[in-house]
């Protein structure tokens, strides 16, 4: 498969069950994923702050540089368009704060800015793939990202349990796999725990 982008909420949801760490190196092994990860995402939302995903992350994924993905003065002003934009679009049409200076620095609970990060990253960097548990993420790749022959696929940790049990029940542990969806919203956790069962009677 090569790269894929990885958000926290995507890590945190499996790391923090009892086998999460060995859920991981499955469903990695299992598509040949190479993680890697926004530098703002690590700095602002793992770093010192989630013990368990940072341990993971420093183990397992790349994080990268700005310069990675933004090689001219060009770039990181079409990135600052585009993060304006997506901003306000995830954000019910809020526009960034009067603190606003830098995209690289700029730091506001609630506003989805690691989404934001990835769902950008992703598209800089021409990587197809985006590991995110945020339900936006799909709807606004669609919406503002997809375009000029890119296309970005959004799975969330259970799409991808699913997709996994489909072809091969003996990977992933139903009672592993409830465990995670217990760490997701509670509106989704009944829906989820139905349908992941009744992969397993098929």
């Known amino acids: 498969m090569g790269k ?5 909420d995507f ?6 069950t009892t086998n999460g760490e060995d859920m991981m190196q499955k469903i990695v092994d299992f598509y040949g994923y190479e993680l890697v990860m926004h530098p703002w995402v690590y700095e602002r939302e793992i ?7 940072e341990a993971y992350v420093q183990k397992n994924v790349v994080v990268l540089n700005y310069t990675d993905f933004l090689k001219t003065e060009e770039d ?11 901003h306000r679009e995830m954000n019910r049409g809020k526009t960034v704060d009067e603190r606003y200076r830098s995209f690289k620095t700029y730091n506001k609970s ?11 990253l992703s598209r800089f ?18 919406k503002k990202i997809n375009a000029d022959g890119y296309e970005l696929n959004v799975e969330k940790s259970f799409d991808i349990m699913c997709d996994i049990v489909t072809k091969d029940k003996s990977i992933l542990e139903l009672e592993d796999i409830i ?7 509670q509106e989704y956790q009944k829906n989820y725990i139905r349908q992941i069962k009744e992969l397993y009677k098929n």
């Not at 894929?4 to 926290?8: A, I, Q, S």
């Not at 770093?47 to 995903?53: G, L, Q, R």
């Not at 465990?179 to 919203?185: A, T």
């Open 11 to 16: 890590l945190n949801h499996i790391l923090k």
């Open 76 to 86: 990181e002003m079409l990135y600052d368009i585009v993060f304006q934009d997506l």
């Open 179 to 185: 465990s995670v969806i217990r760490n997701h919203k």
């Open 125 to 142: 960097s021409g990587i197809p793939l985006l590991l995110s548990d945020d339900h936006n993420a799909k709807e606004i790749a669609a």
């Open 4 to 8: 894929v982008v990885v958000d926290t």
């Open 110 to 120: 609630g506003m989805n800015l690691g989404e934001i990060h990835s769902v950008i």
């Open 47 to 53: 770093k010192n702050i989630n013990t368990t995903v």
